[in-house]
């Protein structure tokens, strides 16, 4: 069978990496009925600080693509195919930032472009965005989303 997202990624120029582990005592995924919901995924990396002080918002936005291209990789992990997702339900990212940072929605962009990149029209989502003055391990974007499967 032809995945047809996966042929999307190779014509991006996307290779998935493994998949992260998880940072506690928690699963990087739970099945639930029709849905997959992806626990929060920061950018590959590793990287270190706060959105309007040690990053700009084209750098914040090149994070949350980064927590994608982690989230689809998650997803490769629990479904094996990544046309399994019939439709990106919901994505809520959080930006470490300083307290006058007001591009939020700017960076979370990152992540849903690589979205409706590699899913089509199923995947426009909504979603929400928040901002953190912290983050677990100073992380500039954690994202967590929920697909239709």
Do not use: W
């Amino acid at each position: 069978m032809i995945d047809h997202v996966e042929q999307r990624l190779e014509r991006l120029g996307i290779v998935l990496p493994s998949r992260s582990e998880p940072a506690a005592n928690y699963s990087n995924y739970v099945k639930s009925h029709s849905y997959l919901f992806v626990s929060g995924k920061g950018p590959s990396g590793s990287p270190r600080g706060k959105l309007g002080q040690d990053y700009s918002t084209e750098a914040g936005y090149h994070f949350a693509r980064s927590a994608g291209i982690e989230i689809l990789a998650v997803i490769k992990e629990a479904m094996g195919r990544l046309d399994q997702v019939k439709r990106v339900v919901k994505i809520q990212g959080f930006v470490n930032a300083t307290d006058l940072y007001e591009e939020h929605h700017l960076v979370l962009n990152g992540c849903s472009d690589l979205l409706c990149e590699v899913f089509g029209e199923q995947g426009v989502h909504s979603r929400s965005v928040m901002g953190a003055n912290s983050l677990r391990g100073n992380l500039p974007v954690i994202i967590e989303s929920i697909f239709e499967i």
